[in-house]
């Protein structure tokens, strides 16, 4: 730092030299912008094609693990194709670190689902930004003290429609599941007027018709 003369006309100081240009730069410089930050989860990202012969567990294809903001968007964002752009009968899913994205799953047995349901139109209008909404909400642990109830988040491209839905670990966990429900809500810009339902897994699987009860609606 220099240091001004007390004289009535200042001595103007000497042009920095290239090294303390650099020393100024590096003072000056916002570690904030270098540094990752660690996530309170591992998360796992994964694909599946409903149409291979292989068994779902065969292939689920792990892309990478993450432990770190930047090394999750460069994951996601940089080496996988947009949701709008996979051939219908493609699913993407993110989860915790151990669980796996099926309903057998010991952390999933129990549980169910905060279902968004997309009409064909709404794929290129809405599909992209609700999947990195849903994504953010995961690994930003948005969901206060009941984040550790959720497990994960799968969108499914199809012909019909498309489908987007955040797993829960405990269906019967009415206060958890309902707080997640309408931070979701709320997170997507949904209005009002729509309803989201959460489904049980166990419902699903037993569903008699083309549609599952829902046990909780925001």
Request: hydrophobic share 30%.
């Amino acid at each position: 730092i220099g240091i001004i003369s007390m004289e009535t006309t200042p001595t103007p100081n000497p042009p920095p030299t290239e090294e303390e240009k650099t020393e100024s730069n590096q003072e000056v410089a916002n570690p904030e912008h270098y540094i990752k930050h660690p996530l309170q989860n591992r998360w796992r990202p994964s694909s599946f094609d409903i149409d291979s012969l292989k068994t779902r567990q065969v292939n689920i294809l792990v892309i990478s693990n993450f432990v770190v903001v930047g090394n999750c968007w460069s994951c996601l964002y940089n080496h996988i194709q947009l949701s709008s752009n996979l051939m219908p009968g493609c699913d993407y899913s993110l989860f915790k670190d151990g669980i796996e994205p099926m309903w057998e799953d010991e952390k999933n047995k129990r549980g169910g689902r905060w279902l968004i349901t997309l009409n064909k139109q709404q794929r290129r209008s809405d599909l992209d930004r609700f999947w990195l909404e849903t994504l953010l909400c995961l690994i930003g642990e948005s969901f206060d003290d009941y984040s550790d109830d959720v497990c994960g988040a799968v969108v499914n491209v199809r012909a019909k429609g498309d489908k987007i839905a955040i797993w829960t670990t405990e269906c019967e966990n009415r206060e958890a599941v309902t707080h997640i429900g309408r931070v979701y809500k709320e997170r997507l810009g949904l209005p009002p007027k729509i309803v989201i339902g959460y489904q049980s897994h166990a419902d699903t699987a037993t569903k008699s018709g083309s549609t599952t009860k829902n046990r909780f609606v925001v």
